[in-house]
Structure formats: C-alpha cells, structure tokens
C-alpha cells in the first residue's frame, strides 16, 4: 500500500482565499483524523471521522475551518476565507480498528503559507 | 482530561552513547501509550505502543520503552545511538476512544 496520500505538499495562498487540503486513508482503515502543526502550538487534532462519519470536530478552530469525508477513501480539509494564523502543516492520519490499538499512519503533510 | 508531558525540548548525545527520552502522562484509567519519530519534513512514524501486559515494550529500529505506572511514565530508550536517530520524538497517550494526545515533541541530536 502507498500509505496515507496527501495533497498538495505545499500551499502559498493570499489571505481570504478558499484553500482545499486533500487525503488518501490506507485502504480499509477505519478513521480518519486531520491535525494541524506548528511551533507555537504542536500538534492539534482538528477532526476524525469514523467510517466516513465525522465523530469529535470539537478541534475546528472556528467556522472557517470544515472537513468531509464523501467516501472511504477521500477527504477534504477546507479553509475559507484563510488568514495567516492558517499557516501551518496540517496532517492527515488513518487508522484501522484492531483491538483498539490506536496507531496511527501519517501523510507527509501539507504545508500550508497563508500570506 | 488526558494528557502527556515532555519534559526536555532537546537532548543531545554523542553516537555509540544511550539514548532515554522522557515522557509522563496524566490521565485516569488504563492508558495507551506511544512514540512516535519525525524526521525533517515528513509525517509522524510510528515507533511503539503500551497496550497492556509487559511493562517493557521493544519497538522499531532498536527503540525500547518501559511503562512505570507508579511514576506514570512512558521512557523511551536506545542503547546505543546513531546519527540518523537524529529527529523529533513524540510521546502520545490515547484512551478508548481513538482521541490522542501530543507531546510537545523533544528534538533529539546524535553527534558522531
């Protein structure tokens, strides 16, 4: 397997633009999870989602952050309008329920430059 | 509230030396526990998990940690260190419900 695709690597965008983050899962991982990284704040998990259901967006900065999951094997992470406080890597992550382990498999990232 | 703590940003030691990286939990119940390495502009790799049963867990590439329930700590260990273990390390704790916990993450440099 490719493992968890993400897309794009890197984003330069203006303020108040719409920015669309895309994910891969592994297949037949069963949840879902977008985290956000920076220095400031380390690693924050914004949303997962469970068999394409989102479970816990209590992570969602505010309103302009939204996440959907169509289907087993895509999801989006949408930023509309962006701001610079935006900037950040965001990572998306994808798990498969055996036993309740909880590991997790990273994407590579999308770095993210809100100018 | 669950929640892990790191207590070194940094630690540095020279090639060939061992290696411990700290980490503590605070959370009620039967805790999961795990490591993780990022290497320079790359997601998270898994390197070990505490789930249950021994207090000594062997992981990836040589990495070991032992769970103290007494000190609520999750150390992670090497023996004997390289240059390409030179990375950030995170501790995160999970409960049941798949939601974990970061680290703040502890930069790790091994000198030859």
């Known amino acids: 397997d490719a493992g968890v695709i993400q897309s794009p690597r890197h984003e330069v965008t203006e303020m108040g633009q719409e920015v669309t983050l895309r994910c891969k899962p592994i297949s037949g991982h069963d949840y879902l999870f977008w985290y956000r990284q920076t220095m400031m704040r380390g690693l924050e998990l914004l949303i997962y989602?469970?068999?394409?259901?989102?479970?816990?967006d209590s992570g969602m900065p505010e309103d302009r952050f939204s996440a959907k999951m169509p289907n087993a094997s895509f999801s989006t992470l949408k930023i509309q309008p962006s701001e610079p406080r935006d900037s950040a890597v965001y990572f998306c992550?994808?798990?498969?329920?055996?036993?309740?382990?909880?590991?997790?498999?990273f994407g590579e990232g999308s770095r993210l430059t809100v100018l | 509230a669950q929640s892990v703590a790191q207590p070194e940003d940094q630690v540095n030691v020279a090639e060939g030396n061992p290696l411990t990286v700290k980490c503590t939990y605070s959370v009620s119940g039967n805790p999961y526990l795990f490591w993780y390495v990022q290497y320079p502009n790359r997601g998270l790799q898994f390197l070990l998990k505490y789930i249950t049963g021994d207090n000594l867990v062997k992981g990836s590439y040589g990495f070991e940690a032992e769970f103290n329930k007494s000190q609520t700590s999750f150390h992670l260990k090497k023996p004997s260190a390289l240059v390409s273990d030179s990375a950030l390390y995170f501790c995160?704790?999970?409960?049941?419900?798949?939601?974990?916990?970061f680290g703040a993450g502890t930069t790790v440099t091994v000198r030859a």
């Open positions: 992550a994808s798990s498969l329920v055996v036993g309740n382990t909880g590991e997790l498999f």
């Open positions: 989602f469970n068999n394409n259901v989102p479970i816990d």
């Open positions: 995160a704790v999970g409960f049941n419900d798949y939601k974990l916990s």
